[in-house]
């Protein structure tokens, strides 16, 4: 989508793989941390009219994995586990709004708490643990 959400002072990130091809990803400082956006089209959509949950689950792994590396002073991390709740639908046309908090963090894991809501009404939330890898791991595999 080309769209740029009528608020302001969200700025939109480039991104390849899955997030580049659901997004584009909005992001914008709030206080003392960072929130992701995605506004959603038809193609964010189930059969039953709302956000599938993949969708849901995607920017809350990408929301979650964006505050943890700003956290860590940009080092790598790789999502562990994320369970998710879905607590209310989002409709197409809307602005799904994320942010995470840090709940604990040992010296190769965070823990974090992930939250997505549309005009302040919860829509998901997760726990979400992620392991911090080290600054030599190559995370794209070269070709050949």
Request: glycine share 12%; proline share 5%; hydrophobic share 40%.
């Amino acid at each position: 989508m080309s769209d740029t959400p009528a608020t302001g002072d969200w700025r939109e990130m480039k991104f390849g793989g899955l997030i580049g091809r659901i997004g584009p990803l909005l992001a914008r400082r709030h206080g003392d941390t960072w929130h992701y956006g995605l506004r959603t089209g038809d193609e964010h959509g189930n059969p039953i009219g709302v956000i599938h949950g993949g969708t849901l689950m995607t920017l809350l792994d990408q929301t979650a994995t964006l505050v943890a590396i700003w956290l860590t002073g940009e080092k790598a991390v790789m999502t562990v586990q994320l369970d998710t709740r879905f607590l209310a639908p989002a409709k197409v046309g809307e602005l799904i709004e994320g942010e995470a908090r840090l709940r604990h963090r040992t010296q190769s894991m965070l823990f974090l708490d992930a939250a997505l809501s549309v005009d302040g009404r919860p829509v998901a939330d997760a726990s979400v643990i992620m392991k911090i890898l080290p600054r030599s791991t190559k995370l794209v595999p070269k070709d050949g």
